[in-house]
Every structure is written in structure tokens, then in C-alpha cells.
């Protein structure tokens, strides 16, 4: 586990230990409502020594044992040792935030918050997980179970701990789920909902304001962190604490990849002093293999190079901690995608006429009728016998595995969700919020800077998963409730903003313009090296097509790249 903590308290030395309970930890992350947890354990009789986050979890654990983990609101990953009983845990937060590996040895068991730690065992042995790797490369699916690239490094699961019995010769592993989210009732006044969820969130930021030196946010432009951004920005000054807030943006030239126009809006609006950082090729080239190295496993585009360079950025100014907007998609159907299982929710519901008024607002929208969500949708509720009678063009599909891909073929992972809940709750779980966490984490502590992101407040979440859906997704309308709870917050020009960008680079521009012959020479390399994984001749007669215009641009290329630097960077130390 690293010990240097961007934003640490004073006295927070790891590893800590609390003699008279016969606790030690090394913890990474953070606590957000400590003191109050604090002020709780002091009124029955606890001491301090310090003013750290560290401390409170070792009383509290001291007091509560594992059911103190119910009370904390962070993001961590720790692991104590119970020398009273013999028993070591390793523990990590509700939704994964923070990252946490571990390494069964010959003699030993490895725990470490990043993989090139576990590397360092003398006992560890590298072995390609091909199983994860073909899914990388025909999907770009990474962090989607807690197996990885590397054999026997697994990841321990959200919400979860493995305890380590270490009374025996040899020790006892066993993990357990501490959370899992609670069943709210649902809510059922709109308005009503609008403002809670305003509340909780603005509360979210609050908690995650709280640090010994100036935050920042990540600020691109869309409706999530602008959201972020302004209410902040109105905290700060209802405290008179606000000295100039400070933002980090990614350019481009390109207007098609650029979000400057809707950032300046709420630099406008909040009088935030902005950086700017222009991502571009010749950068990624000389960065590749740093940014490769320290997110520890191949990533899926080159829009984590672009996160990479706000954090870089971020260090250059300064800024220690910032907090973004990640995770609000996953919970409010921010990408896209999730029309089918929207449409069988409300059929499951017997709710037909919701189905005719989204349909018939579809229709006004886009000029034609969604047969192709209500078919398929119809299927997910009623199966292989509605499917044999219809046409193939509507019948649902698995794609085939792409034949450039040598070897079995990657199993489908998850079956299409039949209701929107468990669509959105797929995404936060499994994939791409997963992933999406791993990477801000590796790229924001790669630049010594803590992310701290709102949205994933245990409290919002559970808020959500009790809202009905047209609360989140109706007429088209994605985030509906976030958009009205940020009114009059953020700017009219951000909360009517219909398209979707995140993190985007010109990748496609980079391939067929100034890194063409950089990416086939990769490629071609890469295709030589792994002819067990892949085939050459339909690899490169892809990229040809991808390259003249032939086949819809996608990011096989770069996964291809990504995979073969990350292997050979791993071999070379």
C-alpha cells in the first residue's frame, strides 16, 4: 500500500497503530465524515492523538468491529491486523472507488491498492490471463470480474472484505460482502424527489470540500461536473471561503472533440479561474508508456490519456485535490443504450400506456416509430418463442466474435437487462463504471493528486435506485431529475445540452492522420508477437478498412496497442 497521501491530516503516519486495542492499519483514501464519527466516539470515551481519518477507523473498528464500516462515507481500501485474535482484513469501500489486489504466493498472501506493487513478491510469477485478454481485445471490457490480465492477481470485490485467519500453520481466507445497497422506498412526488436529490448532492460536495488545502474540480463542460463545479462554487462563498475556485479543462482545436464553449459558460457563472490543457498526439506518444505503467492493465481508448493530462495539469498548478463528476451516467442513464430495457420495464410493469406516450414521443423526435426497441423489448419479456416468429432484422442478436481474434471465442458476459433499474445497476457494477473508477484513480494519484467524486456518495446512489424511471430517463430526457435539481445552478446552455462527450480525444483523426504509419507499425508488431491471440492477415485488413473509410472507426486499434506496450513494458520491468 502506498503511504504518501496527497491531502493527508496532520499525524496521519502510516502504518498506524492503536496499541492499547492491538490494531494496526495501512489504509488508502479517504473518510469524508470522520469527525463526525469522531465526535460520536469521543462521547463514550475514546482519546485522540491526532487529527487524522487513520485513527477514527481504528477506534471505531476498536469500538463497532467490521459494522463501523456501515458508518463510513469515503472512498478507501485498507487492510488491519487484529493481533488479539489472529485476524487480518482487507476491506474495501461500498462501490470500488478505490482499488484493492491481492496475491496468493507459495508462502505468502500479497495485498497492495496497484498491481506493479504484487510484482514486487519474490514468489510472484507472471502468467497472461488470455481469458481477460481476448475480452479486452474483442470488447475493450476490462475490470468486469475480479480476475485480471495477470494470473492469480484478483480484485477484491466493492463492498466487500477478506478476512485472513492467521491462528493456524497456514492461513485461512475467507471473503465477505459487509454492503450491499439498501431497498428504499420508492419515491413518488416528483418535486419532491427534485429537491432531495439537490440536497444529497449539494451535502455530497460539502463533505467532499472538506481538506487542509485548496480543491479543485475537473471541469469539462458537460452536465455532471458543471453541476459539481457551480455547487461548490455556491458553498464556498456561503461559507466565505472562497478565494477563487480553480478548474481544470481538456481542449482541442478540433471544435468536433472541444467542450470549451459549454466550460467557460460556468466559468462565467461562477467566476472560477480556469487551466487549460491541450491533449494531443505527439504528447501521447511520449507519455504512452508512463501512462501505461501506472494504470497497471491495458485500457480500452485513448480518452484515459486525455484524464491523464487534466491530472497532469492539475499537478502543474498545484492543486492537490479535485473532485469531477464521475459515476453520474452509470445512475442516471447518461450514455445511451438502455431503450430496450427501459421499454420492457415498463411492459414488465404492464404499463402500456407510458410505452405509447414514450413511443409517440419517440416517433415526434426522430420522425419514426421505435420498432426496433418495442420488438426487442418483447423478446426480453417473452423470449426465444416471440423471436422464431419474427423477422431476422428484429430479432436480437448476439454479435459473432470478430474473426481477427485467434482462439476461443470471449463468452457473452451479461444478458441484456429486462428493466432500466437493473440496466443502470449493471453499469455501476460491472462495467464501465469499474473501470472508469480504476482509471481516475491511477491517473489522478499518478500526479500525486486526489479525485474525489460526489456522485458515488453512498446516499445519492441509494437515492436513485429508489426513484421510478421516468424520474431518470422520460421523453428522451436523460438525468432528467439532475437536470431540474440544477436548475438555476449551472448554466441553461450545459443543463439543455442533449449530446454526450466525457473524456473524448480525436482518436480517429490521429489514426488516419498523423499516427497512421505510428499505429500500423504497432499494430503489426504486436500482430507478430501474438500470434496466439491474433491474426495477422484479418487484423491489418481491418485496420485497412478502418483507414480508407471502409468500416466505421472503432478502437481496436489502440486496444491492440494499448495490450501489446502494456506487455512488453511488463516484461522489460
Not at 466565505?240 to 472533440?257: P, S
Not at 426487442?376 to 422464431?388: E, P, V
Request: proline letters at 4%; charged letters at 25%; one cysteine or more.
Amino acid at each position: 500500500f502506498p503511504t504518501r497521501r496527497s491531502s493527508d491530516l496532520p499525524a496521519g503516519h502510516q502504518p498506524m497503530r492503536l496499541a492499547q486495542a492491538e490494531l494496526s492499519i495501512v489504509f488508502n483514501g479517504e473518510i469524508y465524515n470522520y469527525l463526525e464519527i469522531k465526535k460520536e466516539l469521543e462521547q463514550i470515551g475514546h482519546h485522540f492523538h491526532s487529527s487524522s481519518d487513520t485513527e477514527v477507523i481504528l477506534h471505531a473498528w476498536e469500538e463497532w468491529g467490521p459494522e463501523c464500516l456501515n458508518d463510513f462515507n469515503g472512498m478507501f481500501a485498507f487492510v488491519l491486523l487484529d493481533e488479539k485474535n489472529n485476524e487480518l482484513y482487507a476491506v474495501r469501500d461500498r462501490f470500488g472507488v478505490k482499488p484493492l489486489y491481492y496475491y496468493e504466493g507459495e508462502s505468502a498472501i500479497y495485498f497492495a491498492s496497484e498491481i506493479k506493487q504484487i510484482r514486487t513478491a519474490a514468489d510472484y510469477k507472471f502468467e497472461l490471463n488470455e481469458t481477460v485478454a481476448r475480452q479486452f481485445l474483442a470488447n475493450g471490457f476490462t475490470d468486469y470480474c475480479l480476475e485480471t490480465f495477470e494470473k492469480g492477481v484478483k480484485s477484491v470485490c466493492q463492498g466487500s472484505y477478506i478476512e485472513v485467519g492467521l491462528s493456524k500453520s497456514t492461513y485461512s481466507l475467507l471473503e465477505s460482502r459487509w454492503y450491499l445497497p439498501e431497498n428504499h422506498s420508492r419515491v413518488k412526488d416528483y418535486y419532491q424527489a427534485v429537491q432531495q436529490y439537490k440536497n444529497q448532492l449539494t451535502d455530497a460536495v460539502r463533505l467532499r470540500l472538506r481538506a487542509d488545502v485548496k480543491v479543485g474540480s475537473c471541469l469539462s463542460g458537460g452536465l455532471d461536473s458543471s453541476s459539481i463545479v457551480c455547487i461548490a462554487s455556491g458553498l464556498l462563498k456561503a461559507s466565505g471561503e472562497y478565494a477563487g475556485q480553480e478548474t481544470v479543462t481538456a481542449c482541442f482545436d478540433n471544435k468536433q472533440y472541444d467542450e470549451w464553449g459549454f466550460a467557460e459558460e460556468v466559468i462565467r457563472k461562477t467566476n472560477a479561474h480556469p487551466h487549460k490543457v491541450f491533449p494531443d498526439f505527439s504528447q501521447l506518444k511520449l507519455d504512452i508508456d508512463r501512462l501505461i505503467w501506472h494504470q497497471d492493465q491495458p485500457f480500452s481508448s485513448t480518452s484515459i490519456f486525455s484524464q491523464w493530462m487534466v491530472f497532469k495539469k492539475t499537478n502543474e498548478v498545484g492543486l492537490k485535490v479535485m473532485i469531477d463528476g464521475q459515476g453520474a451516467d452509470e445512475q442516471l442513464a447518461g450514455y445511451g443504450g438502455h431503450d430496450l430495457s427501459f421499454y420492457a420495464g415498463l411492459m414488465g410493469k404492464m404499463h402500456f400506456g407510458e410505452v405509447l406516450d414514450e413511443a409517440r414521443n419517440y416517433k415526434q423526435i426522430n420522425g419514426r416509430w421505435p420498432v426496433g426497441f418495442l420488438l426487442g423489448a418483447l423478446q426480453l419479456r417473452m423470449g426465444k418463442t416471440l423471436s422464431k416468429l419474427l423477422p431476422a432484422k428484429y430479432r436480437i442478436k448476439q454479435e459473432p466474435a470478430p474473426d481477427w481474434l485467434v482462439g476461443a471465442p470471449p463468452e457473452k458476459l451479461f444478458a441484456t437487462p429486462d428493466n432500466l433499474f437493473m440496466f443502470l445497476r449493471w453499469q455501476r457494477q460491472f462495467r464501465p463504471l469499474p473501470a472508469l473508477l480504476r482509471y481516475e484513480d491511477h491517473n489522478s494519484m499518478a500526479w500525486s493528486v486526489e479525485s474525489r467524486t460526489p456522485f458515488m456518495d453512498y446516499r445519492l446512489i441509494e437515492l436513485t435506485e429508489s426513484l421510478p424511471d421516468c424520474f431518470i430517463y422520460r421523453h428522451q430526457v436523460r438525468k432528467r431529475i439532475l437536470r431540474d435539481a440544477m436548475h438555476g445552478v449551472i448554466p441553461d446552455a450545459v443543463e439543455n445540452r442533449k449530446d454526450k462527450m466525457g473524456f473524448v480525444t480525436p482518436e480517429e483523426m490521429w489514426l488516419k492522420g498523423e499516427g497512421r504509419e505510428w499505429f500500423t507499425e504497432q499494430i503489426k508488431a504486436a500482430c507478430t508477437q501474438f500470434g496466439n491471440l491474433l491474426n495477422g492477415e484479418k487484423v491489418l485488413q481491418y485496420l485497412n478498412e478502418m483507414l480508407e473509410g471502409k468500416r466505421q472507426f472503432d478502437s481496436m486499434p489502440w486496444r491492440i496497442v494499448c495490450f501489446y506496450r502494456w506487455h512488453n513494458n511488463l516484461n522489460n520491468g
